[in-house]
């Protein structure tokens, strides 16, 4: 972008919020002033400045972004959803980002709307029954998990039960825990038809991941690898799209269980890791 071109975009807050607005549809001059608030007086120069640098034109009465301007509205964009997302919260600032793959990284400003759920520290080794009901009624459910969560074993097999497609994603060291206390039910809900049971390798830097139609839920490690039951939930669609494609990049690199004999073998090799590392797929 040339630099007379940043200079009209984003010295004057005006411009920007003009730009956006009309990234979203063309405007009339009514409209412009009801929306963004500002009257004609002092928003007509701004206008003059954006259709002067070709990024706006004036159509059938409306105003609205030329091609380029449309090019430098989805860059603006991303831009001020990014900076929205680290304004609204230091989550992201604490935490290691390296579980989320660069392309995830560049458009992490899909999740901006996400607001933050902290554990009351009398109740962090409990159930978090706000969670729980809130995905208790899911179409679809997808768990990506690198730490024990046992509290969230029946709603799995409930949703399976209620004919939701359920998808998760343990790693080898949870996989062990639930196989070694919950085996039967493990093997139960891996038969099930709409269901999907696949594990990965430790060390994966996302500690928890799920997404259903209802919204999304991430949680991350700090950059010491240290966990304080701090959440990030968001429903809106975008973010839930972007949670989905996280799952994707995951599933991709993982295993599938997809038989008692690979159960069986987990179980025999996992504490020698001949398994794990003959089978899994890394990471890197």
Same mark, same amino acid.
């Given at each position: 972008?040339?630099?007379?071109?940043?200079?009209?975009? #984003?010295?004057?807050?005006?411009?920007?919020?003009?730009?956006?607005?009309?990234?979203?549809?063309?405007?009339?001059?009514?409209?412009?002033?009801?929306?963004?608030?500002?009257?004609?007086?002092?928003?007509?120069?701004?206008?003059?400045?954006?259709?002067?640098? &070709?990024?706006?034109?004036?159509?059938?009465?409306?105003?609205?972004?030329?091609?380029?301007?449309? !090019?430098? #509205?989805?860059?603006?964009?991303? /831009?001020?959803?990014?900076?929205?997302?680290?304004?609204?919260?230091?989550?992201?600032?604490?935490?290691?980002?390296?579980?989320?793959?660069?392309?995830?990284?560049?458009?992490?400003?899909?999740?901006?709307?996400?607001?933050?759920?902290? *554990?009351?520290?009398?109740?962090?080794?409990?159930?978090?029954?706000?969670? /729980?009901?809130?995905?208790?009624?899911?179409? %679809?459910? +997808?768990?990506?998990?690198?730490? %024990?969560?046992?509290?969230?074993?029946?709603? #799995?097999?409930?949703? *399976?039960?209620?004919?939701?497609?359920?998808?998760?994603?343990?790693?080898?060291?949870?996989?062990?825990? $639930?196989?070694?206390? %919950?085996?039967?039910?493990?093997?139960?809900?891996?038969? +099930?038809?709409?269901?999907?049971?696949?594990?990965?390798?430790?060390?994966?830097?996302?500690?928890?991941?799920?997404?259903?139609?209802?919204? +999304? +839920?991430?949680?991350? $490690? &700090?950059?010491?690898?240290? $966990?304080?039951?701090?959440?990030?939930?968001?429903?809106?669609? !975008? *973010?839930?799209?972007?949670?989905?494609?996280? $799952? &994707?990049? %995951?599933?991709?690199? *993982?295993?599938?269980?997809?038989?008692?004999?690979?159960?069986?073998?987990?179980?025999?090799?996992?504490?020698?890791?001949?398994?794990?590392?003959? !089978?899994?797929?890394?990471?890197?």
């Amino acid at each position: 972008m040339q630099p007379e071109l940043i200079d009209v975009v #984003f010295r004057s807050q005006k411009r920007r919020d003009l730009l956006l607005l009309l990234g979203e549809e063309p405007r009339t001059m009514e409209e412009i002033k009801v929306i963004l608030d500002v009257s004609p007086t002092a928003i007509l120069p701004q206008i003059k400045r954006l259709t002067d640098s &070709d990024l706006v034109i004036q159509k059938n009465g409306s105003y609205e972004l030329t091609d380029m301007g449309e !090019q430098v #509205f989805k860059k603006v964009r991303s /831009l001020v959803d990014v900076l929205c997302l680290v304004e609204k919260d230091n989550y992201w600032m604490e935490h290691d980002l390296d579980g989320i793959p660069q392309y995830l990284l560049d458009r992490i400003g899909d999740i901006k709307d996400c607001n933050p759920i902290k *554990a009351d520290p009398s109740q962090i080794f409990e159930p978090n029954t706000e969670l /729980l009901d809130f995905f208790s009624s899911s179409r %679809y459910l +997808m768990v990506f998990s690198s730490f %024990y969560r046992p509290e969230f074993l029946p709603l #799995f097999l409930k949703l *399976a039960r209620l004919e939701s497609d359920v998808s998760l994603i343990f790693t080898e060291s949870v996989l062990e825990k $639930f196989l070694h206390n %919950y085996e039967r039910k493990i093997r139960k809900f891996t038969t +099930m038809d709409n269901t999907e049971l696949s594990v990965c390798k430790d060390g994966v830097k996302i500690a928890e991941l799920i997404v259903s139609d209802r919204g +999304m +839920m991430i949680s991350l $490690f &700090d950059d010491q690898g240290r $966990f304080y039951h701090e959440y990030l939930h968001c429903t809106e669609p !975008q *973010a839930i799209s972007w949670a989905k494609e996280l $799952f &994707d990049f %995951y599933k991709s690199r *993982a295993l599938k269980v997809v038989s008692e004999k690979i159960i069986d073998s987990f179980i025999c090799t996992s504490e020698n890791e001949t398994f794990v590392e003959s !089978q899994l797929v890394s990471f890197h």
